[in-house]
């Protein structure tokens, strides 16, 4: 069985430009979150979906962030336009349904911004 | 609120000596318990996990124990290998919200040969 999937794994870009990550869940979750770790931190939740619905993202910062998840599978995140402070590894998880406290996390992107 | 409180680190260790990486939570109820490992460049794997009090997670020679008594759910490995390197995340289960998980901020293994 194929894990999550995320690109790209390394991203640096410069304070006020954009960028956009994106995550393949394992196949039949219906569950997507998306965390921020800074480093010595554990993962912060930024938003997490069920199917193609918005469940949480009380934690997002909407003034810059947003997130989809169009037709309920993959999904992309978007920070524009970034800050220092979102230096950051941007971790996307899935869960089933049946097993919905257990988390499969893919590789994480590390954005670094300057 | 709940929280989740785990040792800080780096913890340093040569290889075969016993591990124990501390975590205590702060909870209304009983939420379900877990350990996650992250790999040097890799993702957040679930390690094991506890559902109800007194249950043990076990997985790769690692454990922990549920203890309501004191609201703790500590790591353990008799004997660790180079290879147990990682960073150590301790999280809970939120028993009022949409399974979303607390987390610790993380425990660095490091395992000397």
């Known amino acids: 069985e194929a894990g999550v999937a995320q690109s790209p794994r390394y991203k640096i870009i410069e304070k006020r430009q954009s960028v956009a990550f994106w995550c393949n869940p394992i196949?039949?979750?219906?569950?997507l979150y998306w965390y921020q770790q800074i480093l010595g931190q554990g993962p912060k939740l930024l938003i997490q979906?069920?199917?193609?619905?918005?469940?949480?993202d009380s934690q997002l910062p909407k003034d810059r962030f947003s997130a989809e998840r169009l037709k309920g599978v993959d999904s992309t995140l978007k920070i524009q336009p970034a800050k220092l402070e979102d230096s950051a590894v941007y971790l996307c998880?899935?869960?089933?349904?049946?097993?919905?406290?257990?988390?499969?996390f893919g590789p994480g992107t590390r954005l670094t911004v300057t | 609120g709940n929280s989740v409180t785990q040792m800080e680190g780096p913890v340093t260790l040569s290889e075969e000596a016993f591990l124990t990486i501390n975590c205590t939570y702060t909870?209304?109820?009983?939420?379900?318990l877990f350990w996650y490992v992250q790999y040097p460049g890799e993702g957040l794997q679930l390690l094991l996990k506890?559902?109800?009090a007194d249950d043990k997670g076990s997985n790769k020679g690692f454990e922990a124990t549920y203890r309501k008594e004191t609201t703790s759910f500590h790591l353990e490995k008799g004997s660790v290998q180079v290879s147990d390197s990682a960073v150590y995340f301790c999280?809970?289960?939120?028993?009022?919200?949409?399974?979303?998980?607390?987390w610790g901020a993380g425990t660095k293994l490091i395992i000397k040969p």
């Open positions: 998880a899935s869960s089933s349904d049946s097993a919905s406290y257990e988390q499969y």
């Open positions: 196949s039949g979750h219906a569950t």
């Open positions: 979906f069920q199917n193609n619905g918005v469940v949480d």
């Open positions: 909870a209304t109820g009983y939420p379900s």
């Open positions: 506890a559902t109800k």
């Open positions: 999280a809970a289960k939120k028993t009022d919200s949409n399974y979303q998980l607390i």
